[in-house]
């Protein structure tokens, strides 16, 4: 039955999809329900826990839950309880299962039978679905399938059927432990939980209000007496129902995600455990204060990933094993993750999810994903235990069974069968399976008793000829099935799923034997159907089957899904349609030819041809995106697919869907607004109507006034951006279609037609509405996803989204809104995800079939009579003549195997380039050809005598052809260049990491410099750069500080923070005190400073007054301020005054440690060694030392690396310089005699090793060279012609011939080089040009002979001196170079060092570092409880503080008494009669009112209350007077004073006030005492844990130096430093020896001299200090004299002056009374205001009287004139009386114009009487002095706008 809203149609069916008729019968079944309670009753009294409530009140339901989210309140007064009866329900009470069972629905007064389609066979399975397999005894299987329970009888496969009661679908089934009852949860708004009887299958029990939309899980408890349910999403409700009864027990929110399971505890049936997506639960049933409730604990993965768990089991001792989805098993154990278990060489114990764990007969088995079944050892699990920090543990299983391949087991269940337990298990991969765990020797192989589609079934067609229907999946198969014996024929496999299908019609072939399937990959295969046992029986062939299929053939003519397959009305033809936005075209034949496709604007979602009625044959396209296309049928013979298939001029109509859904919605609500206004206006009429009758006139009828509706704005027009998919649609007539559109355009079909004149827009562009539309009724939500028709024409078939079936009767066989007769639905599938993909009619109407996404197919009868097996028989196709003789045809089982057009663009590709190349290779040979000729050319004219050759430019036909011919080949050069650009760039890339990843952090490479003269040689060290990391550790360390030690925080820092402490606390009071008086002050002199008054007398006087104030309280402010300066200072020095036993802690410590370590050397190989504070190491500071020495090594041959590069420029130099010299010698030898020549010098060069970084670069002839190379070493076995120049050059390793582009210094070396040639050229030329004149030379004479001799002798010392440059530059080159040498090889030794000492250094921090975790442990205790100690002592330094500031405020109180007294003395006189009885009164005991409020403290602990005490009013005697004597102090005696008496009592008061304060701060000290000694022991604990701590780590320090002693260290050492001699030799065994530095050494001796000479300075002070320490004793002594002398000088002066001992502090800084003298200003500026406002008044009551004087006039001036218009009036009433008299009768009666102007007139005297009274109110109010004159009242504004 199909949900529907309450709200869309309530007189049809409820919010749970129910019709009310069975509303009704619920509520007689509730009847009958309740008549049986009375059967077994019982008393009990109510309670208050979430269980109770009466059975099946949603009301209450709703009510606990809300009481669950309630915080608890605290336990009320416990009170009586009524004693309730409380019914129980009957054992022996069923429900009626046809008065629950949901039925379909039929539109009343349509005719259409309830029983129109009946369920006849369910041939899927929901396998995806959690626990979807019950075993209810050795015979019988329970699944669910969509809105049916299935009984699957495993010996007859017969099935029965339970239909849900909500028709909202089955959540969950579960089956008791007995197997008497099952479970059924159900699903849609607030479902029920229906318990069932087995086998009756009678509805028993009924839980209600459970969840809010589904369940998820249920399960019984191991007795059968309750069962726990979860809900799935919005609530994940977990509730415990007492079933039998009904009744809630618990309920709780089990998780604010996914719930997949929730089980009781086998062993204790109070707890429970839930899992899901991310989590796992633990609940227990525990009895609180408020009664049973659920507790959960969540469980915490802590280290281990989060999971999903699918599968647990509670093991016997309250731990749960779990599994995960990595496939290892968690055990749990008090909410948190014991161990991980896993398989030998931390293997999986599954590979994949662990779906089920099974604890059976002491073993347990997991059930896993991977289609494995495991055992494992029960006392290995439960007493597994954590070994390291993995937190895993593995362990071996016993047994294990793998179910078969491609197996994803999703559950089992056990059931006996002979006394042997048989195992059924639901694989998700769509079987089931009957399994044999016992691993014995007979143990019998695993047994798929079914198998199934897995998942959505994507298509389903119906054979035309027979009773047989073919499905396909993602699962990729293909299954056929005769629905008739309800039994699957066949299926077929392959590498791909299937998502299309239909059966090749009969004019195809007649036999119905073809079907035509798509796949996933975009392949479609031709699949024959036959009867195997009509072939010839061969030998060997086993024909068994009834059925059977084969490959017929098999094409690819898309690249993506396949998703719609079409044959033409005459079968000519074969439509496909696919995701790739094509549809392509066959031929149908005995093989189908391709004919070529065409490309839509959309993927398709499905084809539709033109019914046989149409007179042309077109296609219709339905595009996912809202495009309808409409092409004709092509011709085969039209379309030449030479080149491509694609389909280029075939007439194409678009239709793009524009909604109209929001028009047609504002239209249906102004329909409904005027219908509301017509029934209005009938009514109003109505009314009318009736007051007519009662005799009123129209004028006289009053319309009722009608309220003001504000009518709400009218739906606004919306269009979607994105056009609603297109879900189904079909052929009306020729051009027009019906639609039907999802998301937004859900509930209405659509007539739609293509445009006669298409656009000329782009089809997505389009904006084209339908003509016509058919409301759907309840699909606002619920698309209808699939149409199709019955043969008739007469019923429309629908497949709904939410899985229901809606059949529409016709009229006749065209749709239109007039012609539904109405519909008939009925929910089949399941209705989340249950969505129909397939709804087809049999070929005679007689039976229906449908599939939905739930992997569901059901087979239906439509209005068929009883008995159909016996009339009806499925008959298999016959099989083909000659087909066992026909090979099977080939597969296309490669995905990416090319489809038809990409073979055929592929080939012709092939072809094109095929040619090109015979092409090019033509060419080629003609070219070599002419290029030979040449070549024979060039040699005939070379073998010609010279004066016949021809010049090479002669050659040259056309120098135009030779620059056409260059600019082509620059051109072709430059295109080259272009396509190998990023050739080249790649390979310039490449060499670029290359260099970057073996010389890229090389900064200094080998070079070796070797001498000119000599053979020695320096080389630099090859020298990597430095990282930056070194230089972050090293900054890194030397920003961190060291760890304080204990002394250092002991003595240093809290003397800092004690010294602080102080200094804020006397701050704090010296600031607290002085902020005080100043702000008081301030506040004060601001408040007389606030006002400023106008600069009147008063004003100056009371500014006069203020400056005064202003100077005093100035003056009074320097003198206390002066005061408490000098206090501080006083308080500050006695402060600083030490104690006599005082010690400096810096000389204690000082002390101290020169105890410990002065006159002894501490080896750190000591047992007792201490290690200094700024002597330990960690692995930070020794990460620094490396990190510096590694920088220091690194700038060390930096440097090094520096000199020598130099030393290398300067060779170069000097070989520069020695050429130059070279060629001046050559110059100077060529002008002298042979025999006067002196050898010169060779040149030296630069080695190769010396400038090692040419060896890294090129050039094009470098490169050419390697490219032969390589070539060479390749051996090409084949020659490739190939053309010279641009065609010859290739591509070497780095970027070929012609495309290095040479750089500048290249193109500088060879512009020298050019010119040199030049240069030699034209000296050659000049050399070898022929003399042609010859003169005799003439005879020297003496002059030239001397000065050619002088010359000579010039020469012959140039070269001399020449020579000896040459030699000096080498031999101080050499020179330099073995200083250097020297240099280096110290440096060598000191670098050797620096490597033996790191290699040291790492090791040790190879060591520390494995010391670090537990030193950095024991140094945080360390430091915490340093923090601590310094805590405490902070608060034991305020505790003294407090202690010290309340023996001040006891001494400051007891001051006070004194001074009570003394002033109690002086009042008292001398001689007076009554001194003892005022004394007695005055020290008085009196018990006085005492109130102390109770106050709640924030911790809620417990409160008292205490009421007000009265006192008594007795008092005691005091202690010093007599007991016996009583007398009346509340009575002043006779002749007593009673101002003293008075003044007695009150000093009484005071004296009491201060005792109390007294006994409160004494009280006060007590406790702070109490809390200072509690403190201080704890001080002395955590001080004792400190040294205990301290002590540890010294420990641990002392065995981290030994384990860092025992590592070696290489020291070298010359003999001369070996001072450790025996017997005057060096001992051969020198581990006893000690490396001791000569610098220490002398420290030492050093040392002695300066300690003997501190002990005589320190002797020396010491008498200093001693005579220093008298001296200062004397000075105090007479100071203290002088001091007892002035002061009683001063108490001298104070007596004569002022006749007593007075305070000068309280004198100095007396000041005036500010609040008197604000009170004076305040008056003074009251009276001023007053005295401005009294004249403000007199003005305003003087302006007022001139205003009444003005209006009485002008009142007096309207009475004149009202008594004129009295008399007009008077005067034309007489007039008008006389001319009655003569007016004839039609003028008889008062004239209209008259009454008016008389109405005006009286109106105008009321008016002005009005005004009358108001003006003498208002002078009488103005009479008064404080008189106000109130607005005029309205009318009178009222009466004027009238008149005027």
Known sequence: MEPKKESESPDAKDRNGQPEEEKESEKVSEEKRSSHMGEQEGEKPAEDDEGDGSLGSEEEDEEEELSLTEPEQPPEPVKKKKVVIEKKISESFFYNYEELCSFPFVTPDSGIPLNLLTLMHSFGYDCTKRANLQVMDSQTLMYIAGNQLVFLDLKSKYQKYLRSTSGGGIGVVTAHPNKTHFAVGEKGWKPNMIIYEYPSLRPYRILRGGTEEAYAFADFNRSGTLIATVGSSPDYMLTVWDWKQEKIVLRSKAFAQDVYKVTFSPENEEQLTTSGSGHIKFWKMALTFTGLKLQGALGRFGKTALTDIEGYVELPDGKVLSGSEWGNLLLWEGGLIKVELCRPGNKTCHNGPINQLVLDEGEVVTVGSDGYIRVWDFETIDTADVVDDSGMIAMEHMNELLVGKHVNLNSMVKIHERGEPVWYAQDSNGAIWKLDLSFTNVTHDPECLFTYHSGKIQAISVSPVTYIMATTALDRSVRIYDFIDKVQLTEMKFKQGGTALTWTPTVVNPKGGVLAVGFQDGVIRIIELYNPKGLPVVAGRNNVGDAAMRLKQAFKPHVSTVTALAYERNGELLATGSKDKTVFFFSVEDKYEPIGFITVPGPVQSLQWSPLGHPDSKLLILCENGIAVQVPAPDPQDYDAASTYKIKDLPTEYFRFWSIKSRILREKEIKRREKVKEEKEKEKQKWIKEQQEMGKTLEEIELPEEAPEEEEPLPEIFVPATPSPILCGFYSEPGKFWLSLGEYDTGFLFHCAFSPVQHEKEPGAQQDEPFEFIPIEDADDNPITRISFSSTGLFMLCGMADGAVRIYALHSKALSEDNIAGYWSFSMHDNNYGHIQGICPSFDDRFLVTCGADGNIFTYNILSAEEIKKVLKTKVPSPRRGLEKEKAAEDIEDPTAYSIENAKQKREYDLIMKAAEYKKYLKRQELITLRHEFQELLQMNKDLPNHMQLYRAEFELDRRIRAQMDRKTADKIRLVMKELCWEQERHRIGLQKVQIRFRGNLEYDTIIVHAMGSSHQISTYRLLAISENLYKIRKKSQAGKRRSSKYEWKGKDLDQRRESQRELSKGSIFSSQTNTAISEEEIDTEKLKKKSYPQTVASRIAENRLEKLRKIIEKAERAKAKIQRRKDEWDELLKSKPNDDYEDPQDVENIKEAKENMGDFKLKTATNYKIPEHMRINADKKSYQLASLEVAIHEKKLSMNKWIVSLRDLKVAIIEEIQCVVQELKTIQSSLHRSKHLPIPPVPELHPDEIPEKKFQYDSEMLLKFKQELEERAKEKEIVPVTPSVEGGGIGGFGGGFLHVPSAKELEITARGTS?????????????????????????????????????????????????????????????????????????????????????????????????????????????????????????????????????????????????????QASLGENNKFAGFLTKVLKKRIKRVKKKEVEAEDDDEESEEESDEESSLESDEEESGSEDEVFDDSVCPKNCDETLFENTLQLREKRLDIEEALAEEKKTIENVKKEYETLAKKVKVVAASLDAADWELEAYQREKQQRLNELHVVVPLKLHQVEYISNGEIPPDLSQALVFTNQSLVQLQNRIVILQQEKLEQRQLYKQAREQHKQLIRDRREMMIKIERLDEKCNQLMMMKFGRIVNLEALQTLSVNTNLEELRMKMMGKEQTCAVELKMWEDKIFKMRQQLMFITKENTSRLKQMNSFCAENMRLETKLDALQSNLGAEFQGPRKVDIEEREKLIALVQLQAQEAEVLKEEITLLSRKDGRIFPPSQSIFQADTTLD
């Open 1316 to 1464: 040199l040639k030049t240069l030699k050229t034209i000296s050659g030329t000049a050399g070898v040009t022929p003399k042609t004149f010859e003169f005799e030379q003439a005879e020297p004479t003496e002059m030239e002979l001397e000065i050619a001799k002088r010359e000579e002798i010039r020469n012959i010392h140039l070269q001399e001196t020449l020579i000896k440059r040459i030699h000096e530059l080498m031999i101080t080159f050499d020179a330099e170079l073995r200083l250097l040498r020297h240099q280096k090889l110290k440096l060598d030794t000191m670098m050797k060092t620096a490597d033996l000492r790191h290699t040291t250094w790492f090791e040790e921090l190879l060591l520390l570092k494995n010391f670090e975790k537990h030193e950095n442990i024991l140094q945080e205790r360390v430091n915490s409880l340093i923090s601590e100690e310094e805590g405490m002592q902070l608060k034991l330094n305020s505790y003294l503080a407090q202690i010290e500031e309340k023996k001040a405020e006891i001494a400051r109180l007891q001051d006070r008494e004194k001074a009570l007294y003394a002033t109690f």
